[in-house]
Nanobody, 123 residues
């Protein structure tokens, strides 16, 4: 089982920056990718940024060039999302996701999710 804890959300003015953190603990040996998703009110959850353990990254078109996803260190159990030039449309709950090579004995899924952290971009 893997636990994910997010931090770093909050209220920021348009044009500002925030950095989100997500720390994985538990059975992390099988993790091979992590990512950030967001869900705006009334919208479906969407991928924002993704990083594989080989360092390959991908971003949604709406955040490319403004957001950067990275691992904290070679342990690759903590991931950051640096969000710059924030816009009101970036508002939402941001969820950390981790993909494992092993199925959870609890859920039967190889995907793990954090509880989410609120990001609000408003003047």
């Amino acid at each position: 089982q893997v636990q994910l804890v997010e931090s770093g959300g909050g209220l920021v003015q348009p044009g500002g920056s925030l950095r989100l953190s997500c720390e994985a603990s538990g059975s992390t040996v099988g993790l091979f990718a992590m990512g950030w998703y967001r869900q705006a009110p009334g919208q479906q959850r969407e991928l924002v940024a993704h990083i594989s353990d080989n360092g390959q990254t991908k971003y949604s078109l709406s955040v490319k060039g403004r957001f950067i996803i990275s691992y904290r260190d070679n342990a690759k159990t903590t991931v950051f999302l640096q969000m710059n030039s924030l816009k009101p449309e970036d508002t939402g709950v941001y969820y950390c996701n981790a993909e494992s090579a092993y199925l959870s004995p609890v859920t039967g899924s190889s995907d793990y999710w954090g509880q989410g952290t609120q990001v609000t971009v408003s003047s």
